[in-house]
């Protein structure tokens, strides 16, 4: 599946939303000219994106986005200049820099420096066409105005969507008009392992009133270097370990499989072999729909279990159980990256995983297979009860059982229920930033009153207008990356 080519603004957003984009996109090129003397010569575009239910599992485009008007440079130009100036040139200054005709293009990733994100889409392409070109292909220089409406560090993905712009821009540039989805998404992860990606898409059934999902920022930010120990690597490690324990009780005979989990194997692996261990199933990815639900089912029970000790694990308890020394756990699971803790929750993480799976099936199924009327139609009121019963369900474990929500969040999603969303729950890796919620277009008005008044104005007093503003996304599901021709500098 290729990147699209828009052919105009109604290609790309929401015909609610075509007044406030046109007169922001006809702004930026007019910046463009005015900044380079010049038109642009196209725009690359990526939007935001929020995770529905599940963990990048049923993510949806949002319609906020990341913009790039683009001009290339001369092709004899020695060596190739990139010039990048941001719309907010106040918060992200002007920069210049070269592409080299050899190795990498530079990255100090000891800075926290906005360009570095263009650079690595740079890279990304870069590493691409040398495939398709030739290991001498250097990139064209490109003069480059961006403008993003992605808040950062909410868990909206603002920076693999600035990466997915700038290495789309890059392709294009150099006069790829053939650009994979895929290949593209891929790119995006620059710094992490991430499996090969498989992708279809999904509709949103038509509702009255219609579907709205609306993200709000809770402004908690947190210090990954500070938390990260005791949060978002000790949960990681919880996992591992889970999916481990698990193997040895039921005396799978194949090791677990290698995969892209930061420590080598994780409870989908466990997932997939116990089923074939047990019952032969040899490739889990035919497996149906229902029977995978019953087969989540199942590993539920079975947690519920073998895993019974809800005040957690000792290393010795877990060595025990691995047949391994202490030493022998510490070496495996607790020295990759920095881990803070006495007692492990298997149960509760493994729990949390197994049951949000089974989540993510059923709210694809309702997706797929939507309640009906009488009459046939599509069920309107049903249909956002029980999707929203699994985004709460989703928001519970996460704060009960996985426990990576934070007080903010739950506030947040607590109001938006009172106010008349059918579901709320956190997005990204949790421990603040963003929440997501199904709204019925005709609250989405009150749900926003009520942050407003119950939680931005009483958590931040000076909050701006802008800042406001920035707190709160409205949006459909939106269209994903895209080019847009640019004629004589204009729409």
Not at 153 to 177: H, I, Q, R, Y
Not at 458 to 484: N, Q
Request: glycine share 6%; proline share 6%.
């Amino acid at each position: 599946m290729e990147v699209p080519t828009a052919r105009s603004l109604a290609d790309v957003y929401p015909e609610a939303s075509l007044s406030v984009q046109k007169s922001r996109w006809q702004a930026l090129l007019a910046k463009f000219e005015q900044t380079y003397g010049r038109p642009a010569d196209f725009v690359s575009r990526s939007p935001g994106r929020v995770n529905i239910i599940g963990e990048v599992v049923i993510p949806m485009a949002i319609t906020a986005d990341v913009l790039m008007a683009v001009a290339i440079r001369p092709s004899n130009e020695t060596p190739p200049k990139v010039r990048l100036t941001n719309v907010h040139p106040e918060k992200f200054p002007t920069r210049e820099f070269e592409i080299p005709s050899e190795g990498d293009i530079a990255i100090d990733a000891t800075t926290h420096e906005w360009t570095n994100y263009f650079k690595a889409g740079i890279r990304g392409a870069s590493k691409l066409l040398q495939e398709k070109k030739g290991k001498e292909f250097t990139s064209l220089g490109m003069d480059v105005l961006v403008d993003g409406t992605v808040p950062s560090g909410g868990g909206l993905s603002s920076s693999a969507a600035f990466v997915c712009t700038s290495a789309l821009a890059v392709m294009k540039a150099n006069g790829e008009d053939a650009v994979d989805k895929t290949k593209l998404t891929e790119l995006a992860i620059v710094s992490e392992r991430a499996p090969s990606l498989t992708a279809k898409n999904v509709t949103i059934p038509t509702t009255d009133p219609e579907i709205t999902f609306v993200i709000a920022q809770s402004f908690v930010v947190s210090d990954k270097h500070v938390t990260a120990p005791v949060c978002y690597n000790l949960r990681v490690v919880e996992c591992t370990i889970a999916a481990a324990c698990l193997a040895k009780i039921f005396g799978l005979k194949a090791p677990l499989p290698a995969d892209a989990g930061p420590l080598g194997i994780s409870l989908k692996g466990f997932h997939d072999t116990y089923f074939e261990d047990k019952e032969g199933i040899k490739d889990n990815s035919k497996t149906s729909v229902p029977d995978l639900q019953k087969q989540l089912e199942t590993l539920i029970d079975l947690t519920d279990n073998y895993l019974p000790q809800t005040g957690g694990y000792t290393r010795d308890e877990i060595a025990q159980i691995l047949g391994i020394s202490k030493e022998g756990v510490e070496k495996q699971f607790l020295s990759s990256f920095p881990v803070r803790a006495e007692q492990f929750l298997l149960r509760q993480r493994a729990l949390h995983v197994f049951t949000e799976a089974l989540r993510v099936l059923q709210f694809m199924d309702l997706l797929l297979k939507p309640p009906t009327t009488s009459d046939g139609e599509t069920d309107s009121k049903a249909l956002m009860k029980q999707l929203g019963d699994l985004m709460n369900e989703t928001q519970d474990s996460c704060r009960d059982v996985y426990e990576c929500s934070c007080p903010e969040i739950d506030e947040l999603c607590k109001l938006a229920r009172g106010a008349g969303a059918y579901g709320s729950r956190l997005t990204g890796a949790g421990w603040g930033g963003c929440s997501v919620h199904l709204v019925p277009a005709d609250k989405v008005d009150k749900v926003k009153e009520v942050w407003e008044r119950e939680y931005y104005r009483k958590r931040f007093s000076d909050m701006t207008p802008e800042r406001l503003e920035e707190a709160i996304v409205v949006s459909r599901p939106g269209s994903g990356s895209c080019v847009y021709m640019v004629q004589d500098g204009t729409l």
